[in-house]
């Protein structure tokens, strides 16, 4: 069953901090891992789109990880805002039948404190 | 450049009425998805237009939805007769392009309450 998992489910860190959102996905045939940004009452934003030969891909203080082998990525923010506060979405895209799915992790809500 | 654009931002409606949701793309994009996302569940395809055409309607949950793209600029989502089922949150987006690789564009979403 094609599958998006996402941890942890929620994190709080302190502003300036670090911190790394992790993403493992069943699904197959893979086409490409995307990272999204949700902020509270909005729709996603496109961080990051990594196809199966890219394993690492950074937008300002967002990188992300792919390793296709282990079908894991991650999402590393560096110096973590205030503004970082929201849901991260991994998103895997597969093909099938001459058109694209998207599969959707449940998110990580990540809160920054000041 | 105008974003996506979905009206209403909410609606509250009784079990058995009709809703309609509205999704007006970034203009000169030709596709259009549709997407829902239930209370604590993740967000989940509904289906695909490119231009007037359904490329893909696979996600659509029965047919007390139907998705309309005339002229292949807006698209309307309409939801005959509601259900408790139904609650949640309507995402509508476009991109230039179809391709798994094309950054699709979210509108601010329509939640939806069905009581």
């Known amino acids: 069953k094609n599958q998006v998992e996402q941890s942890p489910q929620s994190l709080i860190i302190l502003e300036g901090k670090n911190c790394t959102l992790q993403c493992n996905y069943t699904v197959s045939p893979f086409s490409n891992l995307r990272w999204y940004k949700q902020d509270t009452g909005r729709g996603p934003v496109s961080l990051t789109i990594?196809?199966?030969?890219?394993n690492t891909k950074s937008n300002g203080r967002y990188t992300a990880t792919l390793d296709a082998d282990t079908k894991q990525s991650s999402l590393h923010i560096t110096a973590s805002q205030l503004s970082d506060s929201a849901s991260y979405i991994c998103?895997?895209?597969?093909?099938?039948?001459?058109?694209?799915?998207?599969?959707f992790g449940t998110g990580t809500r990540l809160k920054v404190l000041a | 450049e105008a974003g996506v654009t979905q009206f209403p931002s909410h609606s509250v409606i009784e079990k058995g009425q009709t809703v309609t949701l509205r999704c007006d793309p970034i203009s000169g994009h030709d596709n259009l998805y549709w997407y829902r996302r239930v209370m604590g569940k993740e967000i989940k395809f509904l289906l695909h237009f490119v231009k007037e055409s359904k490329q893909d309607e696979s996600g659509m949950p029965n047919n007390r939805f139907l998705a309309e793209r005339t002229g292949g600029t807006y698209s309307t989502l309409k939801v005959q007769p509601a259900e408790l089922e139904d609650s949640g949150v309507y995402f509508c987006?476009?991109?230039?392009?179809?391709?798994?690789?094309?950054?699709?564009?979210f509108g601010p979403g329509t939640r939806l309450l069905v009581l």
């Open positions: 987006a476009s991109s230039l392009k179809g391709g798994s690789q094309e950054t699709q564009y």
């Open positions: 998103v895997v895209s597969f093909a099938t039948s001459g058109t694209y799915k998207y599969i």
């Open positions: 990594m196809t199966f030969s890219e």
